[in-house]
């Protein structure tokens, strides 16, 4: 066994920093496959599936695959589960075809999770199915065979910390790192063909570094230039879950786990990983499953804002997908059959608001998701290019739609009825480089209110799903703005909804519009999560018309300005 020293290549690539998106053009196609894709199987297969969440016949609470550390089982202990591991009933053929009918591209499978037991025939270890078990096969391989029949992208998970290991902790893990991980990296990298993917976890610990991170990233495309590799090869995950902005981190694309960003990472490349109970591994009395509409949707929502979606399976000690996963897997396949044209090789909507659903686009088309089906009838875009052609994707024969072209929008008409309560899918075929104007929030009664979700936010501040406000407003020089119609002439009294709690208290700001300007001081509201209204001034509007009304801090003491979540304007009486 040939042993590599990292340690020589941090020292060749010292200084040089790997960007969260591949350089050149020739380097950056390497993730066409991947970004065409948009869907993917994640597989948690393991030990943990036996125990499968109870240990000495206590139920053992979190996710299942860490069940060897939450019930502080020791090694010898655990050993016995990976003794009994026998999944007699595991067809590769099944898997990958259950795969590929639910419209996945690519399956990452663990083939080794912190637990330490590996799924392929390593010959550097003997914790194997191989040596250690009566099953006796390398699931590894066999899955690689049929993903190459069924054209399904082989990808592998790796945890870099292995509670197994002797060596993988404190002061030995250098020795770790280059007579064991490394290569056994090497036979996941050349004895199984060419691999899509390659998923770091376990990157937290301590022991690891971005410079290593940075190194094995290279390594590995020497080994297979084509690979691509997520950014928890290095300290990826620091920050907003394994979304770091800064963009010097190693690895090709981020990680965010269990959630979707609000505004995707514009610029980078994403994968939004989630389970579809509770576990990642097999837990006997994990009944908790997502709605196939909330996967669906799940789906459709990661698209619209650019990334991919990783949705995780967990086998059971038998070797078999849950049967409610494959059902839901089988919907999503269904529905993608009809609208997969609208998910795949997507990116993300040009669209800042779309309140009806969400909306994706492929060259010179624009996929309209509609989740709530519209009561009258009509959806209105605001896009100026010419419409050539409106259609509602169905099975068989997608049916055309009228529009109604107006300058800088355009109007849908729709059926009476969904032909998807989940989401059916407008196609609109544009003419030329696409043309997306603003929201323009009109006025219709005596007051106007703007919301959070149709502002446009200039600079990091960031809207904030749950708590439906613009928040992360930590730098002043960020600002926001709404475009709006008044309708009616008159004095307005400004009133502002906003959160914030003492510690952050004291922050100045300026409304203006047209030449007016009225200022307010944030005053605590207890919590970011408190919010409450104050009116802080009156503006005159002369006449009616489009105007913009622009928020700007003035200035801030604390952590961040505030959580803005409406301006309205009342006319007075
Ligand atoms: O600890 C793991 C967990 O078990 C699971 O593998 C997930 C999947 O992304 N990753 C880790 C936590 O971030």
């Not at 929502?301 to 996963?325: H, M, Q, R, W, Y």
């Not at 005053?523 to 002369?542: H, L, N, P, Q, Y």
Request: glycine share 8%.
């Amino acid at each position: 066994m040939k042993t590599i020293s990292m340690y020589l290549l941090i020292t060749l690539i010292a200084g040089s920093t790997i960007m969260g998106r591949a350089a050149s053009a020739e380097d950056d196609s390497r993730m066409d496959w991947w970004r065409e894709a948009r869907f993917g199987m994640f597989i948690h297969w393991g030990v943990y599936a036996v125990p499968a969440g109870v240990h000495n016949g206590r139920d053992i609470g979190g996710i299942g695959e860490w069940i060897m550390s939450r019930a502080k089982i020791p090694i010898p202990e655990y050993e016995k589960y990976a003794k009994q591991f026998n999944p007699v009933k595991f067809n590769a053929k099944e898997w990958v075809g259950i795969a590929k009918n639910a419209g996945m591209k690519y399956i990452v499978i663990t083939s080794k999770h912190h637990d330490g037991f590996c799924l392929w025939d390593s010959t550097i270890t003997d914790y194997d199915f191989m040596d250690f078990t009566e099953f006796k096969r390398d699931p590894i391989k066999e899955l690689a065979d049929e993903c190459r029949k069924q054209g399904v992208k082989l990808c592998f998970y790796h945890s870099i910390m292995d509670w197994h290991h002797p060596d993988a902790k404190g002061a030995n893990f250098p020795k770790y790192r280059d007579e064991y991980m490394i290569p056994q990296l090497k036979e996941l990298l050349t004895n199984y063909g060419d691999i899509g993917v390659l998923w770091f976890d376990g990157e937290w610990i301590r022991e690891w570094t971005e410079p290593q991170g940075k190194a094995l990233y290279k390594l590995l495309r020497e080994l297979q230039p084509n690979i691509i590799v997520n950014n928890r090869v290095g300290k990826g995950r620091k920050g907003m879950q394994g979304m770091n902005k800064d963009a010097s981190y190693a690895g090709d694309f981020g990680t965010p786990e269990q959630e979707i960003p609000h505004t995707g990472m514009p610029g980078l490349d994403w994968e939004s990983c989630m389970t579809m109970n509770d576990t990642w591994g097999f837990k006997t009395k994990d009944h908790r499953w997502k709605s196939e509409e909330k996967l669906i949707r799940n789906l459709i929502d990661i698209a619209s804002k650019g990334g991919n979606f990783l949705l995780n399976v967990g086998p059971t000690a038998e070797g078999l997908i849950p049967a409610p996963s494959v059902e839901r897997l089988q919907t999503m396949g269904k529905w993608l059959e009809v609208n997969g044209e609208a998910i795949y090789g997507t990116t993300a909507s040009p669209f800042k608001k779309t309140p009806w659903g969400r909306c994706t686009a492929k060259k010179e088309h624009l996929y309209l998701h509609i989740f709530n089906w519209p009561r009258d009838g009509k959806i209105t875009v605001p896009l100026s290019n010419k419409v050539k052609k409106a259609s509602l994707l169905l099975e068989g024969k997608d049916a055309k739609l009228e529009i109604d072209q107006q300058e800088g929008s355009v109007t849908i008409k729709l059926p009476a009825e969904a032909p998807n309560k989940i989401a059916s899918v407008v196609a609109l075929k544009i003419k030329g480089e696409l043309e997306v104007g603003s929201i323009i929030t009109k006025q219709t009664g005596d007051s106007i209110e703007l919301t959070a979700t149709d502002a446009t936010i200039h600079g990091s501040a960031q809207f904030e799903q749950p708590k439906h406000c613009i928040g992360y407003w930590t730098d002043t020089s960020c600002w926001v703005n709404w475009d709006l119609e008044m309708t009616k002439k008159g004095s307005y009294n400004v009133d502002v909804s906003y959160a914030c709690p003492a510690d952050s208290a004291g922050s100045t700001y300026e409304v203006s519009l047209n030449a007016q300007k009225v200022s307010g001081t944030v005053d605590s509201t207890g919590a970011w999560e408190t919010f409450k209204t104050v009116r802080i001034g009156t503006v005159t509007i002369d006449k009616p018309g489009k105007i913009s009304l622009e928020v700007r801090p003035t200035n801030k003491p604390g952590l961040a300005v505030m959580n803005l979540r409406s301006i309205t304007l009342r006319l007075e009486k």
